[in-house]
């Protein structure tokens, strides 16, 4: 009934940048908060950045002041801008969302299934 779509991944070298996007579509009634997470080779899947319905941002240590979440709650999109990549940013990176479907109480976690993202020379 939802999907959530990513895109944006590439090969980037050091120092570079990058867009991520993605956008959920189905049977919504409402998003509440986004989020971006990233799991490297042999690596437990950690947070990188969440962004609430009312645009309220928080980011991992790792990433702050490199990565900018922000979304489009128009076109049901949440985007995440990384500048300065770093090789231990690599990552296949999947976006999560809160969502409430269409005739439902109740809000609910729906994933996307990933972009990789790979920073080196």
């Known amino acids: 009934q939802v999907q959530l779509v990513e895109s944006g991944g590439d090969l980037v070298q050091p120092g570079g940048s990058l867009s991520l996007s993605c956008a959920a579509s189905?049977?919504?009634?409402?998003?509440?908060?986004m989020g971006w997470y990233r799991q490297a080779p042999g690596k437990q899947r950690e947070l990188v950045a969440t962004?609430?319905?009312?645009?309220?941002?928080t980011y991992a240590d790792s990433v702050k002041d490199r990565f900018t979440i922000s979304r489009d709650n128009a076109k049901n999109t949440v985007y995440l801008q990384m500048n300065s990549l770093k090789p231990e940013d690599t990552a296949v990176y999947s976006c999560?969302?809160?969502?409430?479907?269409?005739?439902?109480?109740?809000?609910?976690?729906?994933w996307g299934k990933g972009t990789l993202v790979t920073v080196s020379s």
């Open positions: 999560n969302a809160q969502i409430r479907l269409r005739g439902v109480t109740y809000a609910m976690p729906y």
């Open positions: 189905g049977s919504i009634f409402r998003i509440y908060t």
């Open positions: 962004i609430t319905s009312g645009n309220s941002t």
